[in-house]
């Protein structure tokens, strides 16, 4: 469904230039539940907006059902994220001249054949979904971070996508609120079979996926199916002098030479 080829990508100022996706290549199914770790200023978010066509890559292929998101226009691509894709900022990006059930129905405004009574309707079953029926007519800034963050979510719902990208859906709210956002956002993976790819620094949400993709300074150092405990966190300690994370084996000899350390430290 979603395929990166050998993606680069770099951004420039007068006094260097910064390699941000190198080399960047894997391949993702319909339905799967994808988590992208590593610290910050690894790549994460870049490689999420690439993915979701909201930026082009300088080399490489970015293929979304067999579509090179990199040869298309600005007009395609804006199509494809109307029909094809959710987004979830980490800031929420709200409008805030727009009450709540404006925001969510923001995509269906920008194309669809559907009357504004029809947008407004289709808006409040989304909301009626992430329980903010009740502050449809509020504002962003009568909002909790909670409660923006539900409304973000929404609006990522309402054109029916095949994927959802979402940049720390978890980031600063609580536990409760945390639970409530994951608690949507696997519901509609699991049960509606919606593909979903989360840039998180939350181990508890990369438990939850299927896969988990670790990134380090542009790369992609492991990719992983969930369940293995050491391919979830980083460890810089792995990765310093290459990319390939050593066998378990190795793992068990290192802990066994190291010990001593470990235990002072």
Do not use: C, W
Request: charged letters at 25%; glycine letters at 6%; hydrophobic letters at 35%.
């Amino acid at each position: 469904m979603l395929e990166f080829k050998n993606v680069f990508k770099s951004f420039h100022n007068e006094e260097e230039t910064i390699d941000v996706l190198k080399n960047i290549s894997f391949r993702m199914e319909t339905g799967e539940f994808v988590a992208i770790i590593g610290p910050s200023g690894s790549g994460k978010s870049t490689l999420l907006g690439v993915a979701a066509g909201l930026d082009k890559p300088d080399t490489g292929i970015v293929s979304l059902d067999g579509i090179d998101l990199t040869k298309q226009n600005e007009s395609i691509l804006a199509d494809i994220r109307a029909d094809q894709i959710g987004f979830i900022f980490q800031n929420f990006q709200l409008l805030p001249g727009l009450n709540a059930i404006e925001n969510v129905g923001i995509p269906l405004y920008l194309k669809s054949s559907l009357s504004e009574k029809e947008i407004l309707q289709k808006a409040e079953k989304i909301l009626e979904s992430v329980a903010m029926s009740h502050r449809a007519t509020h504002f962003p800034k009568q909002l909790s971070g909670g409660e923006e963050q539900r409304i973000a979510i929404a609006r990522s719902f309402v054109n029916d996508p095949k994927i959802i990208f979402a940049d720390e859906p978890t980031a600063n709210l609580d536990y409760k609120n945390s639970k409530t956002i994951l608690d949507l956002l696997l519901y509609r993976n699991k049960k509606q079979g919606t593909t979903l790819v989360v840039v998180t620094h939350d181990p508890d949400v990369a438990k939850l996926a299927d896969r988990v993709l670790e990134m380090k300074e542009g790369e992609i150092i492991s990719d992983s199916k969930n369940g293995s405990k050491n391919n979830l966190k980083p460890n810089p300690s792995k990765t310093k002098k290459n990319n390939s994370l050593p066998s378990n084996r190795s793992t068990k000899q290192k802990k066994t030479k190291n010990q001593t350390k470990k235990v002072s430290r």
